[in-house]
Structures are given as structure tokens and as C-alpha cells.
């Protein structure tokens, strides 16, 4: 059993709750420009100050009295990450209510299962169609009372409600909170079974967010003076998300939101909102270098553009090195090199996240160490973390002058980590969830004399890095008796620029396969790179030229384990896992029992010979 305790920077307050910043940052810096707004797609920003948002905040939460919710009520929200649901958090927690999560891609059953356990008494929708998903199941839900609408104008509608509700009815509710009262019930993203709400603290988001924010408070800036800012485009409905939204306004961080998680979309409003720093998960960061890599190739440029990876990665080893000592840092000739493709390589890619990001931070899942390499070589520190719902967002990050790239980090301020016996990583902190809504036993089988027990394999370095090997319920074990973390092999291979899933199998079967999916993108840049014409997918998976590509991918993957735990036979798959076939949870991680269901007859083939 190892331990390792960082000790908080940031006490929590005895008093209070998360809606108190808003309108002691109004007192203290009324015109300070606390959120970007756009009104609509393709509109300019507009700035939003702090006594602006304290109004709105105040405003919002007299229409939520006016309209029958009361201190301790759940309030739903389906929504894309936009501006009014910051709105509704903060209204909310001024009057001492909850909200209830629900990704805007969950399925009818599931958000009639969330609203029923939840026992929500009101929900507010983005638009038309999650109105209708909701209404398909009103009548199984007496105790929901109300629906609004976002894009028929919710906010307009219970601001007018509101107009005849004194500000003391609000303030009144607001001073009854207290650290230890729910804030919000975010459900798990059920990769087994169904999912569990999560009760989460105001205690818990400042305990998480205030250490978080003190501990990296010089890298929120891309250089010393600079107004903070963040883009957020991660899903609200997520617990990264929420925490990044409640620390960016308890740290005075400029905020905006975005609504669409995909690379195409993203990078537009990155460049035109210009943020000092962003949070994303490794896929947002892994688009960003394909399409930096697909530019160059397109302009001929594909050779120099690979040079100008690997001296990245180079440097920025060489970097972390002497940051550990145990090297000199980068030597002469390096260094002039890396001068040579700042100005050609790494400075553009820097423009593609809108010219002032000089670090980032990760989290959602693994992020593959050279990846981390390249970003830091290219002037964009990414601080990968790691944490769960249950502890209201990262429990461990990298540090700002120490990174350990391929690591999570050390525990944040405030937060020790156990690795237990069967080598389990277990929580603990003042981020800690309480436990789990009405379910005391799934609560007393993961919280034990105050530590979490998280499910995932980890290991401790003796300077208190920790890395996750993986989760313990998804350790392979062949017939052999051979145990074998899966996520190691599927993230090097995940790593090859065609390839855009993988997941390694191989219970009680004689050896570790794969089933892999390509990125269709890619493949089509790839292909027309060679002059070859575009074909449907069910010929591309036959093509020999492909497979010689991917098995690379493969064999890259075997060099990281002994051969008992490699990957022995692979099949490329036609179509990718997705949400809508239930392969995916709303955080886009596999759920594996039900990708072997579905493709059951590839998995059988793999073993045929």
C-alpha cells in the first residue's frame, strides 16, 4: 500500500454557498468583464460584466419562486454547453435548489429514469426536441410540474414571471445555504448498469474549485498581467465541465461557451475569442495535430512537418528532463532547431487555439505521452488529470513546473491517494462526494473510512505521480490465466492518425485481439495523398495497403507489453461505435460488453483460426 498527501492551499468557507461569488464580485468590481456571450451562431461576442450577470442571476431566480420552485427542489437541464445554463446553475443555487444534469443525446428511458430518480419538479430543455423527448414521458412523472424552453425564450419568460418577487425573497433562501447542501445530482455515465446520481456539495465545488484555481492561477494567464479566459465547450452535463464553469467564476476567469465539441466547429470561435487557456479531453487535442498534419501534407510539406513533431517531442523531453533532474535540458543544436520550427510549424498550430494559449489541461481519459510531448514542444503545456463525478472533477493533475507527461499527475491541493493492496486508486479530500442519491449500499461499497474507492488501477511513483493502468472490472484475463489491462495497447494503437477506436478483447479466449475503427477523414486525406479514388468503407476494410498501415499500429502497441499480452489478431471494422447504438456512454467512453454483443460474430472470427 503506498500514500501520498498534498495538503490544501485553499480552507473552505464554514458559510455559505456557490451563488455568494457572483454577487460579491458585483460588490467588489461591478464593470469587471466576467462571461462572453454570443446570442447566436455566427453573431459577434458581447461582453458580459459581473453586475450584469448578478442581475440576470438575481432576475432568473425571482421567476424560478415566482414559478413554484422552492428550496431543495431538482430542476433539470437538457442543454448543449451555452451561456444560459451557467445562468440557471447560479439561479438555482440562489434559492437553495438543485440541478439535474441530462446530456441532450440521452435516449427517452434514459431521461425518464434520471427525472424519475431524481424526483425532478421541473425541467428546462434547449429546444424542440428535447422538449418532445421529455413529454414523451411526462405522464409517468406526476411530480413534474413545469417544462421551459431555452429557444422559445425560457429566460425572457420566468425573468417577467419574476418582476413582482422582492430581492430579499432570494436572499433569504441564499443565506440558508450551507457548505454541506446539495448542489446538483449528476448521474454516472453507466458504462455497466444504470446509471447513479451523484450527489455533489457546495462544499464539494469549492473545495475542488478553489484549490484548483489558487494552486494554477499563473498558468490561467499567457503572460503576467493578461485577463484570464476560457472557452468552454466541454458538456455541462458532465462534471469536468461543471467544475471548470463554477472555478472559472469563483476565479474571476473570463467565461464563455460553446456548443459543439468537434474539432471543425471548435476551432473558429477558439480563434475569434482568443482564450488565455482551455480544458478539453485528449480527442480535442488529437484533432488539432491530424488537422495540423493534414494541412502540411496537403501543401507538400508532409517530411519537414514530421521533422517538426519529433524535434517537439524531443524538446520537450529533454525539458522534462532537467525539470527532474536527470538531464541537462535541451543541447545547442536542439534548441536552434526548435527556433527554426517555431516560426514555421509550432506558432501556427498555437493560432489554431486562437494565438494566447500557452497551457491547457485534460482529463475524460488517457492522453498518450508523446502527444503531451508535442504540445509542450510546441509552446502549449497540457496538464493531464484525472479524476471521476464522484470527486466533483480532477482529484489529480500534472503540476505547472514539474510535468510528467504519460502521468496524471500529483494529488491537487487538499487531496490524498492511496494505492491499495490489489492495487485499487482510492480518494480522499474535501472534493469528496457525500454519496450516491437513495442508494446506501452502492454508497457504502465505494466510500470506506472516508477514502473512494474509485474501481481504477493505478501506481504511485515515489514523487507522487500516479498513472492508471486501467479499470479493474475491465482487466482481461485469457484462458491462459494471463491478466491484461487493456487500455495501454488501445491507446498507442488509438494513437495512429487512421485509426479512430480500438478496444482489445480476450476473456477466456487464448490470446488478446482488437476490433478498431478508422477515422474516415483521415482515411480519405490519406488516400487521395496517394492519388487513390474514394471507396465505400466495406471495400476500404479489405484494402492490403490499409491493414499494412494499421498492423504498424499494432506492432507499435505489442512493443509496450510482453508478448503473452499482445494483440494477436485484428479485424478493421466498416463503422464506428457510437452513442446512438448504445457503444458509447455520453463521455464517448466503450462500453464493452455491449460492443462484444453487438459485434459478436467479429469477435468469434478473430478466434476462428
Same mark, same amino acid.
Given at each position: 500500500?503506498?500514500?501520498?498527501?498534498?495538503?490544501?492551499?485553499?480552507?473552505?468557507?464554514?458559510?455559505?454557498?456557490?451563488?455568494?461569488?457572483?454577487?460579491?464580485?458585483?460588490?467588489?468590481?461591478?464593470?469587471?468583464?466576467?462571461?462572453?456571450?454570443?446570442?447566436?451562431?455566427?453573431?459577434?461576442?458581447?461582453?458580459?460584466?459581473?453586475?450584469?450577470?448578478?442581475?440576470?442571476?438575481?432576475?432568473?431566480?425571482?421567476?424560478?419562486?415566482?414559478?413554484?420552485?422552492?428550496?431543495?427542489?431538482?430542476?433539470?437541464?437538457?442543454?448543449?454547453?451555452?451561456?444560459?445554463?451557467?445562468?440557471?446553475?447560479?439561479?438555482?443555487?440562489?434559492?437553495?435548489?438543485?440541478?439535474?444534469?441530462?446530456?441532450?443525446?440521452?435516449?427517452?428511458?434514459?431521461?425518464?429514469?434520471?427525472?424519475?430518480?431524481?424526483?425532478?419538479?421541473?425541467?428546462?430543455?434547449?429546444?424542440?426536441?428535447?422538449?418532445?423527448?421529455?413529454?414523451?414521458?411526462?405522464?409517468?412523472?406526476?411530480?413534474?410540474?413545469?417544462?421551459?424552453?431555452?429557444?422559445?425564450?425560457?429566460?425572457?419568460?420566468?425573468?417577467?414571471?419574476?418582476?413582482?418577487?422582492?430581492?430579499?425573497?432570494?436572499?433569504?433562501?441564499?443565506?440558508?445555504?450551507?457548505?454541506?447542501?446539495?448542489?446538483?445530482?449528476?448521474?454516472?455515465?453507466?458504462?455497466?448498469?444504470?446509471?447513479?446520481?451523484?450527489?455533489?456539495?457546495?462544499?464539494?465545488?469549492?473545495?475542488?474549485?478553489?484549490?484548483?484555481?489558487?494552486?494554477?492561477?499563473?498558468?490561467?494567464?499567457?503572460?503576467?498581467?493578461?485577463?484570464?479566459?476560457?472557452?468552454?465547450?466541454?458538456?455541462?452535463?458532465?462534471?469536468?465541465?461543471?467544475?471548470?464553469?463554477?472555478?472559472?467564476?469563483?476565479?474571476?476567469?473570463?467565461?464563455?461557451?460553446?456548443?459543439?465539441?468537434?474539432?471543425?466547429?471548435?476551432?473558429?470561435?477558439?480563434?475569434?475569442?482568443?482564450?488565455? *487557456?482551455?480544458? &478539453?479531453?485528449?480527442? +480535442? #487535442? $488529437? !484533432?488539432?495535430?491530424?488537422?495540423?498534419?493534414?494541412? %502540411?501534407?496537403?501543401?507538400?510539406?508532409?517530411?519537414?512537418?514530421?521533422?517538426?513533431?519529433?524535434?517537439?517531442?524531443?524538446?520537450?523531453?529533454?525539458?522534462?528532463?532537467?525539470?527532474?533532474?536527470?538531464?541537462?535540458?535541451?543541447?545547442?543544436?536542439?534548441?536552434?532547431?526548435?527556433?527554426?520550427?517555431?516560426?514555421?510549424?509550432?506558432?501556427?498550430?498555437?493560432?489554431?487555439?486562437?494565438?494566447?494559449?500557452?497551457?491547457?489541461?485534460?482529463?475524460?481519459?488517457?492522453?498518450?505521452?508523446?502527444?503531451?510531448?508535442? *504540445?509542450?514542444? &510546441?509552446?502549449?503545456? +497540457? #496538464? $493531464? !488529470?484525472?479524476?471521476?463525478?464522484?470527486?466533483?472533477? %480532477?482529484?489529480?493533475?500534472?503540476?505547472?513546473?514539474?510535468?510528467?507527461?504519460?502521468?496524471?499527475?500529483?494529488?491537487?491541493?487538499?487531496?490524498?491517494?492511496?494505492?491499495?493492496?490489489?492495487?485499487?486508486?482510492?480518494?480522499?479530500?474535501?472534493?469528496?462526494?457525500?454519496?450516491?442519491?437513495?442508494?446506501?449500499?452502492?454508497?457504502?461499497?465505494?466510500?470506506?473510512?472516508?477514502?473512494?474507492?474509485?474501481?481504477?488501477?493505478?501506481?504511485?511513483?515515489?514523487?507522487?505521480?500516479?498513472?492508471?493502468?486501467?479499470?479493474?472490472?475491465?482487466?482481461?484475463?485469457?484462458?491462459?490465466?494471463?491478466?491484461?489491462?487493456?487500455?495501454?495497447?488501445?491507446?498507442?494503437?488509438?494513437?495512429?492518425?487512421?485509426?479512430?477506436?480500438?478496444?482489445?478483447?480476450?476473456?477466456?479466449?487464448?490470446?488478446?485481439?482488437?476490433?478498431?475503427?478508422?477515422?474516415?477523414?483521415?482515411?480519405?486525406?490519406?488516400?487521395?495523398?496517394?492519388?487513390?479514388?474514394?471507396?465505400?468503407?466495406?471495400?476500404?476494410?479489405?484494402?492490403?495497403?490499409?491493414?499494412?498501415?494499421?498492423?504498424?499500429?499494432?506492432?507499435?502497441?505489442?512493443?509496450?507489453?510482453?508478448?503473452?499480452?499482445?494483440?494477436?489478431?485484428?479485424?478493421?471494422?466498416?463503422?464506428?461505435?457510437?452513442?446512438?447504438?448504445?457503444?458509447?456512454?455520453?463521455?464517448?467512453?466503450?462500453?464493452?460488453?455491449?460492443?462484444?454483443?453487438?459485434?459478436?460474430?467479429?469477435?468469434?472470427?478473430?478466434?476462428?483460426?
Amino acid at each position: 500500500m503506498r500514500e501520498f498527501t498534498v495538503p490544501p492551499v485553499v480552507t473552505a468557507p464554514p458559510v455559505g454557498g456557490l451563488a455568494d461569488v457572483v454577487f460579491d464580485h458585483a460588490a467588489d468590481d461591478p464593470d469587471r468583464v466576467a462571461l462572453g456571450r454570443r446570442p447566436a451562431p455566427g453573431e459577434p461576442w458581447q461582453e458580459v460584466t459581473a453586475a450584469a450577470f448578478r442581475d440576470e442571476v438575481l432576475a432568473l431566480a425571482k421567476g424560478l419562486i415566482a414559478q413554484g420552485i422552492r428550496f431543495g427542489d431538482r430542476v433539470a437541464v437538457m442543454s448543449r454547453t451555452r451561456y444560459e445554463w451557467t445562468l440557471f446553475d447560479f439561479a438555482l443555487w440562489c434559492i437553495g435548489a438543485q440541478l439535474v444534469p441530462l446530456y441532450p443525446t440521452s435516449s427517452t428511458e434514459q431521461v425518464f429514469w434520471m427525472l424519475h430518480d431524481a424526483d425532478v419538479s421541473a425541467c428546462v430543455v434547449e429546444h424542440e426536441d428535447h422538449a418532445m423527448t421529455v413529454g414523451s414521458v411526462v405522464d409517468r412523472l406526476p411530480r413534474l410540474a413545469r417544462l421551459w424552453q431555452l429557444d422559445a425564450g425560457a429566460v425572457h419568460e420566468l425573468t417577467e414571471a419574476g418582476a413582482g418577487i422582492g430581492d430579499d425573497v432570494v436572499h433569504r433562501h441564499r443565506m440558508a445555504l450551507t457548505p454541506d447542501s446539495p448542489a446538483t445530482v449528476i448521474y454516472t455515465s453507466g458504462t455497466t448498469g444504470r446509471p447513479k446520481g451523484c450527489v455533489l456539495t457546495h462544499g464539494n465545488f469549492m473545495a475542488e474549485a478553489d484549490n484548483v484555481v489558487r494552486r494554477y492561477d499563473p498558468v490561467f494567464r499567457s503572460r503576467p498581467g493578461d485577463e484570464a479566459s476560457t472557452l468552454l465547450f466541454l458538456p455541462l452535463a458532465h462534471v469536468f465541465g461543471r467544475m471548470v464553469q463554477v472555478a472559472a467564476v469563483r476565479g474571476r476567469v473570463k467565461l464563455g461557451h460553446q456548443p459543439q465539441l468537434t474539432v471543425a466547429a471548435l476551432l473558429p470561435d477558439l480563434q475569434e475569442f482568443r482564450p488565455t *487557456f482551455v480544458l &478539453a479531453v485528449p480527442y +480535442v #487535442f $488529437e !484533432g488539432i495535430l491530424a488537422a495540423a498534419r493534414r494541412e %502540411a501534407e496537403l501543401q507538400g510539406k508532409g517530411r519537414p512537418f514530421e521533422k517538426a513533431v519529433e524535434v517537439a517531442v524531443r524538446y520537450a523531453r529533454a525539458q522534462e528532463s532537467k525539470a527532474f533532474g536527470t538531464g541537462p535540458g535541451p543541447g545547442t543544436a536542439l534548441r536552434v532547431q526548435h527556433q527554426v520550427f517555431d516560426k514555421l510549424v509550432y506558432s501556427k498550430v498555437r493560432e489554431t487555439l486562437g494565438g494566447r494559449v500557452r497551457h491547457a489541461m485534460s482529463g475524460g481519459s488517457a492522453m498518450e505521452r508523446r502527444l503531451g510531448l508535442f *504540445f509542450a514542444g &510546441a509552446g502549449i503545456t +497540457v #496538464f $493531464e !488529470g484525472y479524476g471521476l463525478t464522484e470527486t466533483t472533477g %480532477a482529484a489529480v493533475a500534472n503540476p505547472p513546473e514539474r510535468t510528467r507527461f504519460g502521468t496524471v499527475g500529483r494529488p491537487v491541493p487538499g487531496t490524498s491517494v492511496r494505492i491499495a493492496d490489489d492495487g485499487e486508486v482510492w480518494l480522499r479530500g474535501g472534493q469528496v462526494f457525500p454519496g450516491y442519491l437513495g442508494d446506501r449500499r452502492a454508497t457504502e461499497e465505494v466510500l470506506r473510512g472516508g477514502w473512494l474507492a474509485t474501481g481504477d488501477l493505478g501506481a504511485l511513483d515515489d514523487d507522487g505521480y500516479l498513472t492508471i493502468i486501467g479499470r479493474k472490472k475491465e482487466i482481461l484475463v485469457t484462458s491462459g490465466g494471463k491478466s491484461v489491462p487493456p487500455l495501454v495497447l488501445e491507446e498507442r494503437v488509438r494513437a495512429h492518425p487512421l485509426v479512430a477506436q480500438c478496444i482489445a478483447v480476450g476473456n477466456d479466449r487464448p490470446y488478446v485481439a482488437a476490433l478498431i475503427t478508422l477515422d474516415q477523414e483521415a482515411v480519405a486525406h490519406w488516400r487521395a495523398m496517394r492519388e487513390q479514388p474514394p471507396v465505400e468503407p466495406a471495400e476500404l476494410v479489405r484494402d492490403p495497403e490499409l491493414e499494412a498501415e494499421i498492423r504498424r499500429a499494432v506492432v507499435a502497441a505489442n512493443t509496450l507489453v510482453s508478448q503473452a499480452e499482445s494483440i494477436r489478431a485484428f479485424r478493421i471494422l466498416v463503422g464506428r461505435f457510437t452513442e446512438e447504438q448504445g457503444l458509447l456512454t455520453p463521455t464517448l467512453k466503450l462500453k464493452r460488453k455491449a460492443i462484444e454483443k453487438a459485434y459478436a460474430t467479429e469477435v468469434e472470427a478473430l478466434y476462428a483460426t
